[in-house]
Protein backbone atom coordinates (compact mmCIF):
# COMPACT_ATOMS: atom_id res chain seq x y z
CA UNK A 1 0.00 0.00 0.00
CA UNK A 2 0.95 2.87 -0.89
CA UNK A 3 0.94 5.70 2.04
CA UNK A 4 1.89 9.09 1.99
CA UNK A 5 4.85 8.71 4.67
CA UNK A 6 7.64 10.98 4.84
CA UNK A 7 9.74 10.24 7.65
CA UNK A 8 10.14 7.37 9.63
CA UNK A 9 11.69 7.79 13.33
CA UNK A 10 12.57 3.58 14.45
CA UNK A 11 13.48 4.79 18.47
CA UNK A 12 11.57 7.29 21.05
CA UNK A 13 11.01 6.70 24.58
CA UNK A 14 9.44 10.63 25.02
CA UNK A 15 6.39 10.09 22.96
CA UNK A 16 4.87 6.74 24.74
CA UNK A 17 5.67 7.77 28.23
CA UNK A 18 8.72 6.23 28.49
CA UNK A 19 8.20 2.86 26.50
CA UNK A 20 10.23 2.25 23.35
CA UNK A 21 8.03 3.12 20.59
CA UNK A 22 8.70 4.82 16.71
CA UNK A 23 6.96 7.37 14.78
CA UNK A 24 5.82 7.73 10.99
CA UNK A 25 5.23 10.94 10.21
CA UNK A 26 2.63 12.14 7.47
CA UNK A 27 3.41 15.31 5.50
CA UNK A 28 0.87 18.13 4.90
CA UNK A 29 -1.19 20.08 7.28
CA UNK A 30 -3.77 22.81 7.30
CA UNK A 31 -2.50 24.46 9.91
CA UNK A 32 0.15 26.86 9.84
CA UNK A 33 1.60 27.43 13.39
CA UNK A 34 3.62 29.98 13.31
CA UNK A 35 5.99 28.21 16.14
CA UNK A 36 5.80 24.85 14.26
CA UNK A 37 9.06 23.19 14.06
CA UNK A 38 8.40 20.90 10.94
CA UNK A 39 8.35 23.18 7.98
CA UNK A 40 9.61 20.62 6.08
CA UNK A 41 6.57 17.96 6.96
CA UNK A 42 3.42 20.79 6.87
CA UNK A 43 4.57 22.72 3.71
CA UNK A 44 6.40 19.98 1.73
CA UNK A 45 5.43 19.62 -1.87
CA UNK A 46 5.44 15.55 -2.88
CA UNK A 47 8.68 15.97 -4.54
CA UNK A 48 10.25 18.03 -1.45
CA UNK A 49 10.92 14.88 1.03
CA UNK A 50 10.74 11.34 -0.41
CA UNK A 51 8.36 8.52 0.76
CA UNK A 52 9.73 5.79 3.47
CA UNK A 53 7.87 2.45 1.82
CA UNK A 54 5.35 1.03 4.21
CA UNK A 55 6.94 -2.36 3.48
CA UNK A 56 10.31 -1.17 5.11
CA UNK A 57 8.54 -0.10 8.58
CA UNK A 58 7.14 -3.29 8.41
CA UNK A 59 9.73 -5.28 8.23
CA UNK A 60 11.55 -3.53 10.77
CA UNK A 61 8.25 -4.06 13.42
CA UNK A 62 8.70 -7.76 12.45
CA UNK A 63 12.15 -8.08 13.17
CA UNK A 64 11.83 -5.68 16.89
CA UNK A 65 8.96 -7.99 17.77
CA UNK A 66 8.75 -7.58 21.37
CA UNK A 67 11.19 -4.44 21.60
CA UNK A 68 8.67 -1.70 20.32
CA UNK A 69 5.98 -1.05 22.19
CA UNK A 70 3.96 1.08 20.17
CA UNK A 71 3.73 3.11 16.81
CA UNK A 72 2.83 7.15 16.98
CA UNK A 73 1.04 8.43 13.86
CA UNK A 74 2.28 12.12 13.53
CA UNK A 75 2.81 14.90 10.96
CA UNK A 76 1.58 17.22 9.69
CA UNK A 77 -1.99 16.28 10.53
CA UNK A 78 -2.77 12.44 9.55
CA UNK A 79 -6.18 13.07 9.78
CA UNK A 80 -6.46 14.30 6.18
CA UNK A 81 -5.99 11.60 4.80
CA UNK A 82 -8.68 9.05 3.68
CA UNK A 83 -5.87 5.53 4.04
CA UNK A 84 -5.52 6.88 7.42
CA UNK A 85 -7.79 4.09 8.52
CA UNK A 86 -6.01 1.09 6.26
CA UNK A 87 -2.56 2.09 7.61
CA UNK A 88 -3.91 1.95 11.16
CA UNK A 89 -5.69 -1.13 10.46
CA UNK A 90 -1.80 -2.34 8.79
CA UNK A 91 -0.50 -1.46 12.24
CA UNK A 92 -2.80 -2.92 14.62
CA UNK A 93 -2.65 -6.42 12.51
CA UNK A 94 1.16 -6.54 13.84
CA UNK A 95 0.35 -6.38 17.60
CA UNK A 96 0.99 -2.82 18.30
CA UNK A 97 -0.47 0.14 20.76
CA UNK A 98 -0.94 2.70 18.11
CA UNK A 99 -1.07 6.41 19.11
CA UNK A 100 -2.25 9.23 16.76
CA UNK A 101 -1.56 13.19 16.79
CA UNK A 102 -3.96 15.40 15.86
CA UNK A 103 -5.35 19.15 15.83
CA UNK A 104 -8.71 18.05 16.18
CA UNK A 105 -9.98 19.77 13.15
CA UNK A 106 -11.40 16.29 11.43
CA UNK A 107 -13.98 14.54 14.20
CA UNK A 108 -15.83 12.69 11.43
CA UNK A 109 -12.14 10.95 11.13
CA UNK A 110 -11.38 10.83 14.60
CA UNK A 111 -15.06 9.07 15.55
CA UNK A 112 -14.05 6.31 12.65
CA UNK A 113 -10.87 5.09 13.80
CA UNK A 114 -12.23 5.40 17.55
CA UNK A 115 -14.88 3.65 16.33
CA UNK A 116 -13.22 0.88 14.55
CA UNK A 117 -10.73 0.59 17.35
CA UNK A 118 -7.98 1.55 15.31
CA UNK A 119 -6.64 3.82 17.71
CA UNK A 120 -4.97 3.25 21.94
CA UNK A 121 -4.39 6.58 22.24
CA UNK A 122 -5.22 10.04 21.00
CA UNK A 123 -3.07 13.18 21.93
CA UNK A 124 -4.99 16.78 20.27
CA UNK A 125 -3.03 20.19 20.26
CA UNK A 126 -5.48 23.06 21.76
CA UNK A 127 -4.05 25.61 20.27
CA UNK A 128 -5.86 28.52 21.84
CA UNK A 129 -9.02 29.39 23.87
CA UNK A 130 -12.13 28.76 20.82
CA UNK A 131 -11.97 32.76 19.66
CA UNK A 132 -11.75 33.12 16.22
CA UNK A 133 -9.06 35.88 16.47
CA UNK A 134 -6.65 34.37 19.26
CA UNK A 135 -6.97 30.81 17.57
CA UNK A 136 -6.17 32.21 13.91
CA UNK A 137 -2.79 33.65 15.69
CA UNK A 138 -2.27 30.49 16.93
CA UNK A 139 -2.71 27.93 14.47
CA UNK A 140 -2.04 30.30 11.00
CA UNK A 141 -5.47 29.32 9.87
CA UNK A 142 -9.45 29.92 9.65
CA UNK A 143 -10.39 27.02 10.97
CA UNK A 144 -14.32 26.25 11.82
CA UNK A 145 -14.27 26.35 15.73
CA UNK A 146 -16.84 23.76 16.29
CA UNK A 147 -15.14 21.39 14.98
CA UNK A 148 -12.44 21.95 18.04
CA UNK A 149 -14.80 21.61 20.16
CA UNK A 150 -16.65 18.18 18.48
CA UNK A 151 -13.28 16.86 18.55
CA UNK A 152 -12.76 17.29 22.41
CA UNK A 153 -15.76 15.82 22.98
CA UNK A 154 -15.72 12.84 20.88
CA UNK A 155 -12.17 12.27 22.79
CA UNK A 156 -13.20 12.72 25.99
CA UNK A 157 -16.15 10.44 25.70
CA UNK A 158 -14.14 7.50 23.68
CA UNK A 159 -13.09 5.05 26.55
CA UNK A 160 -9.32 5.53 25.15
CA UNK A 161 -6.44 6.69 27.09
CA UNK A 162 -5.75 10.54 25.51
CA UNK A 163 -4.25 13.85 26.23
CA UNK A 164 -4.99 17.00 25.29
CA UNK A 165 -2.06 19.57 24.87
CA UNK A 166 -0.95 23.73 24.49
CA UNK A 167 2.31 24.73 23.46
CA UNK A 168 2.30 27.77 25.32
CA UNK A 169 3.57 30.87 23.57
CA UNK A 170 4.83 34.50 24.74
CA UNK A 171 2.66 37.05 22.87
CA UNK A 172 0.32 34.40 21.75
CA UNK A 173 -0.66 32.95 25.21
CA UNK A 174 -0.97 34.29 28.78
CA UNK A 175 -2.45 32.70 32.12
CA UNK A 176 -5.59 33.55 31.24
CA UNK A 177 -5.91 32.14 28.18
CA UNK A 178 -4.34 28.69 29.86
CA UNK A 179 -7.02 28.45 32.34
CA UNK A 180 -10.42 29.08 29.51
CA UNK A 181 -8.56 26.36 28.18
CA UNK A 182 -8.50 24.54 31.25
CA UNK A 183 -12.21 25.16 31.68
CA UNK A 184 -13.16 23.76 28.20
CA UNK A 185 -11.45 20.89 28.77
CA UNK A 186 -13.42 20.56 32.05
CA UNK A 187 -12.97 16.75 33.88
CA UNK A 188 -10.10 15.97 31.07
CA UNK A 189 -7.93 12.93 32.14
CA UNK A 190 -4.85 14.99 31.02
CA UNK A 191 -3.68 17.89 30.14
CA UNK A 192 -0.48 18.79 28.90
CA UNK A 193 1.62 22.24 28.96
CA UNK A 194 4.49 22.23 26.05
CA UNK A 195 7.29 24.36 26.80
CA UNK A 196 7.84 26.49 23.62
CA UNK A 197 11.40 25.84 22.01
CA UNK A 198 12.27 29.02 19.34
CA UNK A 199 14.23 27.19 16.87
CA UNK A 200 13.67 26.38 13.67
CA UNK A 201 10.30 28.27 13.93
CA UNK A 202 7.99 28.54 10.44
CA UNK A 203 7.28 31.94 11.26
CA UNK A 204 11.43 32.72 11.77
CA UNK A 205 10.30 36.18 14.23
CA UNK A 206 9.57 33.71 16.63
CA UNK A 207 12.57 32.73 16.92
CA UNK A 208 13.39 35.68 19.29
CA UNK A 209 10.58 35.39 21.09
CA UNK A 210 12.02 34.12 25.03
CA UNK A 211 9.97 30.94 26.72
CA UNK A 212 8.31 30.86 29.60
CA UNK A 213 10.37 29.90 32.74
CA UNK A 214 9.59 26.62 34.08
CA UNK A 215 8.61 28.52 37.55
CA UNK A 216 6.06 30.69 34.88
CA UNK A 217 4.81 27.07 33.46
CA UNK A 218 4.33 25.44 37.20
CA UNK A 219 2.16 28.63 38.07
CA UNK A 220 0.13 27.91 34.89
CA UNK A 221 -0.09 24.32 35.89
CA UNK A 222 -1.38 25.50 39.55
CA UNK A 223 -4.44 27.59 38.14
CA UNK A 224 -5.59 24.74 36.02
CA UNK A 225 -6.12 21.74 38.32
CA UNK A 226 -9.32 22.22 39.15
CA UNK A 227 -10.18 21.89 35.84
CA UNK A 228 -8.47 18.85 34.99
CA UNK A 229 -8.02 15.86 36.87
CA UNK A 230 -4.04 15.88 35.89
CA UNK A 231 -1.86 18.53 34.39
CA UNK A 232 1.53 18.32 33.52
CA UNK A 233 4.73 20.70 31.92
CA UNK A 234 6.21 19.34 29.68
CA UNK A 235 9.92 20.10 28.06
CA UNK A 236 10.43 23.19 30.98
Known sequence: MGYPIKGFNPHTFIDCEGKLACVIYLSGCNFRCPYCHSKALVCESDNELG????????????????????????????????????????????????????????????????????????????KAPLEPEKYHKASGSNI???????????????????????????????????VKIARLLRGAEKYVLQQFSPKDTLDISFMQVKPYTADELKKMRSLVKEFVKNCFVRGE
Request: proline content about 5%; overall charge negative; charged content about 25%.
Open 144 to 178: DLSLIKESIDIIMHSGIEYEFRTTVVPTLLDSADI
Open 51 to 126: KVPFEQIELFLQEKEGWIYAVVIGGGEPTLYAQLPALLNDLKRNGLFVKIDTNGTNPQMLRHIIKEKLVDYVAMDV
